[in-house]
């Protein structure tokens, strides 16, 4: 006859999983109630599974090895195993066994006692005694070994990882990593204007530190969500072949039962891309009205470096009697308010003309333009000119300060 086994527990969890997570996904997978499962945790010795062959056993401790327990498969010669205490582990010895016939533990063969089997020809003592003292290192459980098993996941929890955090743990699905890639680029974009208008390298280097890893935890949990490791993620950072690896982690789907990694992703659902897709072109936009802020950032950094601020460079090479400054405007334009104010502000003798108002002015602006060879229909307002040079997209007061006729005043 074929042997049959059980499946034997100790009320013992494997180190770095939680045991009230192991508990609930037992009493889940076991439908029993919550004192029966404090039966099955008593540290008693508890039969789980009886009656099943070599295969079916070795599955179920695989199964439940997944979810954090000690479990050990014993031949099912023994007594019930679900009524009595665990027994003290022994050496067992021929002279050991009372009865008259013994049951070989490997095949299950019941015959006279003897020391080798007369169905499978196994030294029956000695097959017992390393059935037992594997049993044994089972139950010790080294941590090591438990180390290189990835953790189990909450099966009572929502699948996937949290969209937003800093851990590297779980999965994470197709379109949660879209709207996580937008989130991510919206918040980069808002620590660059923070960065231009605070002229903070403190603000600025945290907001691209923060960018950086929560790209790259998005790119290892959807790597694990294809059932690969996340160091494959280093991948996105390869100049041009970064590329590839993005439209392959954003398109490709990923696998639909669990993984080493945690439980299948919940869909997001088409409203969530929508959402992140709207979220994507409204950082396009933003990123399209902060641009005439960009072109302040070498100003800026000219500025940390020199420990000088623009405006007293400005009026230390300005020289009202020898600089002529001339503003190209629009009536509508608020920069050009703005950098009105600041001329008045340090005095500066300067000539203005709205374009929008003023067709000659318009014409020979044009004109000049095309002159300095600049593009006519993509230049920003206002339009500075410096002692004959065109200054267009609304320069600041250092690039400004360049073009003055001295360096220095005295």
């Given at each position: 006859m074929n042997p049959v086994f059980n499946v034997v527990f100790f009320g013992e969890t494997l180190p770095g999983y939680d045991r009230a997570v192991a508990r609930q996904q037992l009493q889940a997978l076991l439908k029993c109630s919550p004192a029966a499962l404090e039966q099955v945790f008593s540290g008693q010795r508890v039969g789980l599974r009886k009656g099943l062959d070599a295969d079916e056993a070795r599955l179920y401790q695989l199964r439940l090895k997944g979810i954090g327990l000690i479990v050990v498969i014993e031949p099912a010669v023994q007594p019930d195993v679900a009524q009595i205490p665990a027994p003290t582990v022994a050496e067992p010895t021929p002279a050991s066994v009372p009865d008259e016939t013994v049951s070989c533990p490997k095949c299950g063969e019941q015959q006279p006692r003897r020391t080798l089997c007369r169905a499978c020809a196994t030294d029956m003592p000695r097959f017992q005694a390393a059935l037992e003292n594997a049993v044994r290192e089972v139950r010790k459980a080294p941590a090591e070994d438990a180390q290189a098993q990835p953790p189990a996941h909450d099966a009572f929890a929502e699948p996937g990882s949290r969209l937003l955090g800093l851990d590297f743990k779980g999965r994470l699905g197709r379109q949660a990593y879209f709207l996580g890639a937008t989130l991510g680029f919206a918040a980069l974009l808002l620590a660059g204007l923070l960065f231009v208008k605070t002229q903070s390298l403190i603000l600025g280097g945290l907001g691209?530190?923060?960018?950086?890893?929560?790209?790259?935890?998005?790119?290892?949990?959807?790597?694990?969500?294809?059932?690969?490791?996340?160091?494959?993620?280093?991948?996105?950072?390869?100049?041009?072949?970064?590329?590839?690896?993005?439209?392959?982690?954003?398109?490709?789907?990923?696998?639909?039962?669990?993984?080493?990694?945690?439980?299948?992703?919940?869909?997001?659902?088409?409203?969530?891309?929508?959402?992140?897709?709207?979220?994507?072109?409204?950082?396009?936009?933003?990123?399209?009205?902060?641009?005439?802020?960009?072109?302040?950032?070498?100003?800026?950094?000219?500025?940390?470096?020199?420990?000088?601020?623009?405006?007293?460079?400005?009026?230390?090479?300005?020289?009202?009697?020898?600089?002529?400054?001339?503003?190209?405007?629009?009536?509508?334009?608020?920069?050009?308010?703005?950098?009105?104010?600041?001329?008045?502000?340090?005095?500066?003798?300067?000539?203005?003309?709205?374009?929008?108002?003023?067709?000659?002015?318009?014409?020979?602006?044009?004109?000049?333009?095309?002159?300095?060879?600049?593009?006519?229909?993509?230049?920003?307002?206002?339009?500075?000119?410096?002692?004959?040079?065109?200054?267009?997209?609304?320069?600041?007061?250092?690039?400004?300060?360049?073009?003055?006729?001295?360096?220095?005043?005295?």
């Open positions: 691209l530190l923060l960018f950086i890893v929560y790209s790259l935890r998005l790119s290892v949990l959807r790597c694990h969500d294809l059932g690969r490791s996340g160091w494959w993620s280093l991948a996105t950072g390869i100049p041009y072949l970064g590329a590839i690896a993005g439209m392959i982690l954003t398109l490709m789907p990923g696998q639909k039962d669990d993984n080493n990694w945690g439980a299948q992703p919940r869909s997001l659902g088409w409203p969530a891309f929508a959402g992140g897709l709207a979220l994507a072109i409204a950082s396009i936009a933003g990123f399209a009205s902060m641009s005439a802020d960009l072109y302040r950032l070498p100003a800026m950094t000219r500025q940390v470096h020199s420990g000088s601020t623009p405006e007293a460079t400005f009026k230390a090479r300005y020289d009202a009697g020898r600089d002529r400054i001339l503003m190209y405007s629009l009536s509508t334009c608020g920069y050009c308010a703005e950098k009105r104010r600041l001329f008045d502000r340090l005095g500066v003798r300067y000539t203005e003309y709205m374009i929008d108002e003023d067709q000659a002015a318009e014409d020979r602006l044009t004109s000049r333009m095309r002159q300095a060879g600049l593009p006519v229909d993509a230049i920003g307002t206002p339009i500075i000119e410096v002692n004959g040079t065109l200054l267009p997209n609304n320069p600041d007061l250092d690039e400004i300060a360049r073009h003055l006729t001295r360096t220095s005043k005295g």
